[in-house]
């Protein structure tokens, strides 16, 4: 082998090596969050962005589609995810009016602002509510035939949130089936999914399984914290946490019935800090665990995926960014934000301090969502440190990338002139 083979050799390894480290930090895993505002006194939106950025969320979730919000997060590359309440459902079923409410609410902002997603109603289909259930679909596919005459169909799919409690049974996790009296509701829908390539979106609250039964749920276990775990009988596959246990329930609940490809996201998650004298487990330091320890599987990839898909990515949205007071309910609806309306952390997560020592601006008057981040209770049936989330890439990684590419760069041009 001649000197110039050998020297092309190693540059092209290297080469292969720094992209795959420029790529890979690129591409990480990330969270996401939902952004509610049931509440008067929260910051505005271009105060919301920094710090949606400061917890190293790419990903947020709306209940509405607030102008001011999607003019905040234009040109950050941020994914939007628009929500349509459950009160647009029988509107939304005529063609032309959702495809006006895609002209008004949407394409003004496209493509600066990166909306990715609709979902068409929150938990419809355990609202016990037929009209509300027969509308759903209808409504699913008049927004997906509005995006396709707009031509935004390949940016925007549709789709929509369930309740965990649409399972009939979810432990262990490969006895995973829905309820029988949803799946005639059900099946027609993960058939539109399937076709239109949009998520099946559950909303999952370990929180709730601990707050009904205290003494038999192993808190450990819902925290992410070490614990022994569980195993399927049925597949050996072992659970050291709850929530990976949830969403592979979803899964084989999918497979059941056929569409057991579609990708599962958790569209809501979270923990309430504060809680009444019956909501057990809803403090300051069970929030910081749960929502810590998540954080830190997703972002950093200490796992990539749940023991019965463990090449799938984790796509799972916290829920919430605020806390909001005029949400209605247990003390514990109002206290599951990351942050208090002042800008501060609701409890220590580790953020930076350039983002976290508070004051910003509060807007006036109340939110623009009038649903959002309703979490229906189930029935009964490693670390606790934080580590600091940033989206950037580390510094010591971008250390070693500028020394490596300042090795490299002048290899390549000796190169070009030995061959020219």
Known sequence: MDLYAFRYGCCCFFLIFISGLVFGSMNAASIGINYGQIANN?????DVVPLVKSIGATKVKLYDADPRVLKA???TGVEIMVGLGNEYMSKMQDPKQAQNWIKSNLQPYLPATNITCIFV???????????LTSSLLPAMQSVHSALQSLGLDKQVTVTTTHSLAVLQTSYPPSAGVFRPDLTPCLTPILSFQAKTGSPFLINAYPYFAYKANPKQVSLDYVLFQSNQGIVDPSTNLHYDNMLFAQIDAVYSALNSVG???LPVHISETGWPSKGDNDEAGATCDNARKYNGNLMKLVVQGSKKGTPMRPNSDLN?????LFN????????????YGLFKPDGSPAYALGLPASTSSGGVNSSSGGGGATTGGGRTPLPPSSSDDYMTISSATSPKRCCFLGHALSFLVPLLMEL?????
């Open 42 to 46: 929260l910051p505005t939106p271009d």
């Open 73 to 75: 997060f234009a040109n």
């Open 121 to 131: 109603g929150n938990e419809v289909l355990t609202f016990n509510d037929s009209d």
């Open 259 to 261: 569409y057991g490809k």
């Open 316 to 320: 799972i949205y916290l829920f919430a």
């Open 324 to 335: 909001e007071n005029m949400k209605p309910g247990p003390t514990s609806e109002r206290n």
């Open 416 to 420: 070009v002139i030995l061959k020219f």
